[in-house]
């Protein structure tokens, strides 16, 4: 698992440049910013968070905090 989150965290890093040599760097951080908040916060699985991604499971913590209340 290391070694394949090492693979993708090295091509993201060599792709980062090319979006940092753009003429804006508001432009690069608005890449940056939709690369995290639409892969690395929606898809990808967190070990941290029983395998799920941050937006499920924060879904799901939510749920049962409402469970507790209502009960």
């Not at 804006?24 to 898809?43: G, L, S």
Request: aromatic content about 12%; proline content about 3%; hydrophobic content about 45%.
């Amino acid at each position: 698992m290391f070694v394949y989150l090492l693979y993708k965290v090295t091509q993201k890093l060599i792709s980062l440049p090319s979006v940092l040599l753009r003429s804006d760097a508001a432009e690069a951080r608005i890449k940056i910013a939709a690369w995290i908040t639409d892969f690395y916060n929606t898809r990808r699985l967190h070990s941290v968070c029983g395998f799920k991604s941050p937006i499920d499971y924060e879904r799901d913590y939510r749920a049962t905090l409402a469970e507790g209340l209502a009960a």
